[in-house]
């Protein structure tokens, strides 16, 4: 029997190359190239589909049931994965190391078993003592979830068979589990593919949810082949700093309910905990408002959100002016700058700019364009905007503010947390209660907000 050809799979992308070379042609890492056993090529399989079983064709017309959820108690979570758990489903958690991921998911499990359903939180990266220490330190050591510490798929895949199925498994992480049919170290990428697949195959065929847990880069994507995320029905990202007391659950894909969901917890010494109104979560103290602050009414999934955007425009130090954003794109204020400059000619462009949404949240919508603008206007003519005034809007190359989506909502949001004015683009409805001033243009912005002085 021939030796099959050599296969060399980059450990950044999952991409094959029959032979070794220093760089990744597909995303560009560098001595990521490591050689694999070729585990798609099966002897003896079939070249075509003949033999096997017909299936069922069904109509696109017709009615089907809504799966059935289990709540895991924690509302903010059951937000994010659509009202809840899906049996038989799979949902990969990725977030940085220490940001509270075992700890949200030992809370779920605990929640779930306490409606007697069996919850099984198995962990490769620690031992069963250190769990149960996390569990005593955040008052849960009276959970009935069962716990195990090992990475061996085998071993794992045969206690699950041996007795009844459980309602949820946690995988504690993915990368740490090993597949004797592989020949490849343990967080690889044929390891992570095919104890994933195996994982997966299992909760669908016996009606378990599973969770896995996923390490993520240094750019905050979850470590290993992109596969792994197309193969499972939801992936949630768990964001937030160390330093800060508030993490964000935010779904960049579910199959079972919309994406972009977040939720929002504060990190406690008992654990984490639902915060039950962010948008005063990310507001700042009315009474303490200076130049430069403006808020933004958005839109997180199906949440209305405001949230403070703050600005701090000064006199360049050196020849080149600096740029530093956290929480907004980079590009998206280089090209706010260069509207507010070659539209309204108030050179900005050429002072040291800094853009920082207040609460630790990432804004990702165009809506927050005219936001940015007053935060950036109020502080470089030292503006002090009222503190019930909000912002949405989009700013088109050409200086006029374009129409967003979901723009009642973002209004009845504002209005509920006590805000009475709205800077918004043209054509938005006023709900009652409510003042809304259209906004043509950045121009007309700059001269709305010199009345405040």
């Not at 299936?55 to 809840?84: H, N, Q, W, Y």
């Not at 499972?232 to 964001?239: G, I, K, P, R």
């Amino acid at each position: 029997m021939a030796r099959p050809a050599p296969r060399f799979v980059c450990q950044s992308c999952g991409a094959a190359y029959p032979k070794w070379s220093g760089r990744c042609e597909s995303c560009g890492s560098w001595n990521s190239l490591t050689e694999e056993a070729d585990t798609t090529a099966i002897p003896g399989a079939k070249a075509s589909g003949r033999g096997g079983r017909v299936i069922e064709l069904a109509p696109v017309k017709g009615d089907s049931p809504a799966p059935p959820r289990m709540l895991t108690g924690i509302a903010e979570f059951d937000r994010v994965c659509g009202g809840g758990l899906v049996a038989g489903s799979a949902l990969l958690v990725g977030g940085d190391p220490g940001i509270g991921k075992s700890t949200l998911l030992l809370q779920a499990m605990t929640a779930i078993a306490k409606t007697g359903k069996t919850a099984v939180y198995i962990s490769g990266e620690e031992g069963i003592d250190q769990t149960r220490l996390r569990a005593r330190r955040l008052g849960l050591e009276e959970s009935q979830v069962k716990l195990a510490a090992e990475t061996s798929l085998r071993d794992i895949l045969s206690t699950l068979d041996a007795g009844t199925p459980p309602a949820t498994l946690v995988v504690d992480s993915i990368q740490t589990l090993w597949s004797d049919a592989i020949e490849a170290a343990p967080g690889t990428v044929s390891q992570v593919r095919a104890c994933a697949q195996e994982l997966i195959r299992f909760a669908k065929r016996k009606g378990t949810a599973l969770i896995l847990i996923g390490h993520v880069t240094k750019d905050g994507q979850i470590a290993g082949p992109r596969v792994v995320e197309h193969m499972v029905d939801a992936v949630l990202y768990f964001e937030g700093e160390r330093g800060h007391q508030f993490r964000i659950l935010r779904a960049v894909k579910n199959r079972f309910g919309p994406t972009d969901e977040i939720g929002v917890f504060e990190m406690r010494e008992e654990g984490l905990s639902e915060v039950a109104n962010p948008s005063a979560l990310f507001l700042g103290p009315k009474e303490a408002r200076a130049s430069g602050a403006a808020v933004f009414a958005g839109i997180e999934g199906t949440r209305p959100l405001l949230v403070e955007i703050q600005a701090l425009v000064a006199d360049a130090s050196y020849g080149a002016p600096r740029r530093a954003v956290v929480g907004w794109d980079a590009a998206r204020l280089a090209m706010v700058l260069a509207v507010l400059d070659s539209r309204a000619e108030i050179g900005i462009s050429t002072q040291d700019v800094y853009l920082n949404v207040a609460g630790g949240l990432r804004i990702g919508e165009p809506a927050a364009d005219l936001a940015a603008a007053g935060a950036l206007v109020s502080s470089h003519f030292g503006v002090v905007v009222p503190p019930d005034v909000v912002f949405f809007g989009e700013i088109s190359l050409s200086g006029t503010v374009r129409p967003v989506g979901q723009a009642d909502a973002r209004l009845k949001e504002a209005q509920k947390l006590g805000f009475k004015r709205a800077f918004v683009p043209p054509g938005v409805s006023p709900p009652k209660g409510l003042e809304v001033t259209p906004v043509p243009t950045v121009a007309a912005l700059i001269a709305l907000l010199k009345t405040f002085r």
